[in-house]
């Protein structure tokens, strides 16, 4: 937009100004309140989380994996961006848009759920008197399959929104590419980081004293 808006103020006559109109306009717009939608979306699903877990320290361990989502999207975009460049062909779909700030907004309720899988089944077992090590290294094996199925079946299904051609195109890639690098980001990387985010959110909750520090011992059947 700021190319085309360089172009125009150097071409036109004394007297003309430019402004946008219709979606430029709204992108125009929206470009300047991207921080302010991810911040609130954050907040959204920390309180969220905050109720379901009763617990003021476990939602952490869920929001931490939010940014490798949000890494892929916008690793996946922007180079994706410069190697079509490099080939000399530049797609408009691949940039800071509407659309892909959608699509990374969907990127943090889906790394969520990921970490959700595997979170819900160790706070379970540490609440019952398991290690943390031990609970959070079970509850990822139980869950690993259930967190490839949906996240690959995800990843699938909008394949077709990243390569899409014709008319419109540029909006279906730029949303589809976000979703697709950042759910793919967020499930290759969030296997391996939820089960330590967890441990050390454990760990810091109870040396500052959110947690106690004797936890219930109770048997419990943890097939």
Known sequence: ?????EVVQQNAGTGFSIEWSGQSREEAKASSSTIKVLVLSLVFVFLCLAALYESWSVPFAVLLTVPTGIFGALVSEYGLSILEAMFGHMNAGLQDSVYMQIGIIAIIGLAAK?????VEFAKVR???????????LEAAGLRLRPILMTSFAFIIGCVPLAIATGAGAAARN????AVVGGMFFATAMGIFLIPVFFVATEWLAEKLGIVPKARKKTSIDYM
Do not use: F, S
């Open 114 to 118: 990921n970490a959700i899988l595997i």
């Open 1 to 5: 937009m700021n190319a085309i808006k």
């Open 126 to 136: 540490v609440d019952r008197g398991m290690e943390p090590v031990k609970a959070a």
């Open 174 to 177: 730029g949303m589809g590419v």
